[in-house]
């Protein structure tokens, strides 16, 4: 009986080892580097919504692609160009972009970020205080992240 029993345990431990993966170490190396991307895309989103805030229109020019689809939590659309030139022509007057959650996921050379602002702005002369969920997505072009979409989605109150 007791060799039964030892025998189960064996076995019990050789499947337990069969899940631990077979290098911890890579594993740890690869999350490092995801946090590290994570991190910089993450502060590059601070930084876009600065300048947003603050019409920075040079820092603006530098993270946003040329190829960038920018849709509106009312199903507006805007280029590159003419989201640049809202912000420049005051149709859209950002107040203040304060991030509740984020969350940044890194494949590669894109990096999604699901994120919950609170968006106080003017926009066409009307006070606009919006919960939004979005999405971003960015691209690492030459070692710098670009915002290549923009999606947002009003929350209830």
Not at 94 to 118: D, F, M, P, W
Not at 131 to 156: D, F, M
């Amino acid at each position: 009986m007791n060799y039964i029993l030892t025998l189960c345990l064996l076995l019990s431990l050789r499947l337990v080892q069969a899940q631990t993966p077979v290098s911890p170490s890579a594993a740890a190396t690869t999350t490092v580097a995801q946090t590290a991307d994570e991190k910089a895309v993450i502060d590059v989103e601070k930084q876009r919504f600065a300048a947003q805030v603050s019409k920075d229109i040079t820092a603006l020019n530098k993270v946003l692609a040329n190829d960038l689809v920018y849709t509106h939590s009312n199903g507006g659309a805007d280029s590159r160009q003419s989201y640049i030139r809202s912000i420049q022509d005051g149709k859209i007057a950002y107040e203040s972009i304060n991030v509740e959650e984020q969350n940044a996921r890194i494949y590669g050379n894109t990096a999604v970020i699901n994120g919950k602002c609170l968006v106080k702005a003017i926009n066409k002369g009307e006070t606009v205080n919006s919960h939004l969920l979005y999405l971003s997505v960015y691209v690492r072009n030459a070692g710098q992240w670009q915002l290549v979409a923009w999606q947002s989605t009003k929350l209830g109150n």
